[in-house]
């Protein structure tokens, strides 16, 4: 009741307040940064090994275990680990605690690995360390294949000619929405296939 009557006894008050919120409002508004995908930082941190032809089970047993138990005592931060072992591939998802230094957790993921490396299985090479991000997730991939080009060709088709084509239609769809920013695309190949991803940033 006090607040009613205070509204009833001030009504000039109470309007310049409402009317000081609503310009307030309107001008975060038209401050505020629009970004088809904005930057969020994500703490995880993908460890991925490889060594041809080792078994799912050797893979957990000789490698990932290895750097998991060097992992605890020399990286920083970390929730959690989830391992995931493949037929020559092994996949470390490490889960950092909200607010940790994603940049120094890589530099001592690598470091720990080079650590374990001389106990792992002859001629392994050092892992691929990938920090995570929301605007890492391609949005578009196309995959090239064709029974008569060999792969250069097939890559040179994709770098000269469709991907230009792509980045600049890309760039006429950020155009129209004023405030977004575009990533240029990067582009990858992997066996007979060319595959290309394209990021809006």
Same mark, same amino acid.
């Given at each position: 009741?006090?607040?009613?009557?205070?509204?009833?006894?001030?009504?000039?008050?109470?309007? *310049?307040?409402?009317? =000081? !919120?609503? /310009?307030?409002?309107?001008?975060?508004?038209?401050?505020? #940064?629009?970004? %088809?995908?904005?930057?969020?930082?994500?703490?995880?941190?993908?460890?991925?090994?490889?060594?041809?032809?080792?078994?799912?089970?050797?893979?957990?047993?000789?490698?990932?275990?290895?750097?998991?138990?060097?992992?605890?005592?020399?990286?920083?931060?970390?929730?959690?680990?989830?391992?995931?072992?493949?037929?020559?591939?092994?996949?470390?998802?490490?889960?950092?605690?909200?607010?940790?230094?994603?940049?120094?957790?890589?530099?001592?993921? *690598?470091?720990?690995? =080079? !650590?374990? /490396?001389?106990?792992?299985?002859?001629?392994?090479?050092? #892992?691929?360390? %990938?920090?995570?991000?929301?605007?890492?997730?391609?949005?578009?991939?196309?995959?090239?294949?064709?029974?008569?080009?060999?792969?250069?060709?097939?890559?040179?088709?994709?770098?000269?000619?469709?991907?230009?084509?792509?980045?600049?239609?890309?760039?006429?769809?950020?155009?129209?929405?004023?405030?977004?920013?575009?990533?240029?695309?990067?582009?990858?190949?992997?066996?007979?296939?060319?595959?290309?991803?394209?990021?809006?940033?």
């Amino acid at each position: 009741m006090s607040l009613v009557r205070f509204m009833l006894k001030h009504p000039y008050t109470v309007a *310049a307040m409402l009317i =000081l !919120v609503c /310009l307030l409002g309107i001008g975060a508004a038209l401050r505020m #940064p629009i970004d %088809i995908f904005p930057e969020i930082n994500i703490p995880v941190v993908s460890v991925v090994w490889t060594y041809n032809g080792m078994s799912a089970s050797d893979i957990q047993n000789r490698i990932l275990s290895l750097h998991e138990r060097q992992m605890a005592s020399l990286v920083d931060d970390i929730a959690r680990i989830e391992a995931t072992s493949y037929v020559g591939v092994g996949v470390e998802k490490v889960y950092l605690h909200e607010g940790a230094d994603v940049s120094r957790a890589v530099s001592q993921l *690598a470091s720990s690995a =080079l !650590v374990v /490396l001389k106990y792992m299985p002859p001629n392994i090479t050092p #892992p691929l360390v %990938i920090r995570y991000g929301a605007t890492d997730v391609p949005i578009i991939q196309l995959s090239l294949s064709s029974k008569t080009l060999p792969d250069t060709k097939l890559n040179d088709l994709g770098q000269n000619t469709i991907r230009p084509d792509l980045a600049v239609g890309l760039r006429h769809l950020c155009a129209v929405h004023h405030g977004q920013r575009c990533r240029s695309p990067t582009a990858a190949s992997h066996g007979s296939s060319w595959q290309t991803w394209m990021r809006m940033h």
